[in-house]
């Protein structure tokens, strides 16, 4: 199945997405803005551990992909989700991955059962 001219700009910009999500970092400053309204970028850097040039980086990939927005006051600037759907993703993305662990927790209890192999360590 090839991807037709009408189809390439969607999954691009779906391409691009997962681009901008590519980074446990981001992940993490993004699960920290949908618990919150917004945050500071030093509540960011706090909560995050990362150093103010890593997570400036981190912000700027986030900003580029449209996942979150800035605003300044001051001298400090705030960030929030673009959208609230983000938030709805990352919790999806979540319980995916939950289901994926057990369902390997299980497969791996089931090996535990085997009998032992001749010259194996384990």
């Not at 949908?34 to 960011?44: D, F, K, N, T, Y």
């Not at 983000?86 to 994926?100: E, K, N, P, S």
Request: net charge neutral; hydrophobic share 45%; aromatic share 4%.
């Amino acid at each position: 199945m090839s991807i037709d001219d009408a189809q390439r700009p969607l999954y691009e910009v779906k391409a691009n997405l997962f681009k901008g999500l590519a980074h446990p970092f981001r992940i993490r400053v993004l699960e920290l803005l949908s618990a919150s309204p917004e945050l500071s970028v030093a509540q960011l850097q706090v909560e995050t551990g990362l150093e103010p040039s890593h997570l400036s980086q981190h912000l700027s990939v986030l900003r580029r992909h449209r996942l979150v927005l800035s605003r300044r006051q001051g001298s400090h600037v705030y960030y929030r989700l673009a959208n609230p759907a983000i938030a709805q993703m990352l919790a999806v993305a979540r319980a995916l991955l939950l289901d994926l662990l057990r369902a390997d927790s299980a497969h791996l209890e089931q090996t535990e059962g085997l009998p032992a192999l001749q010259g194996a360590e384990a």
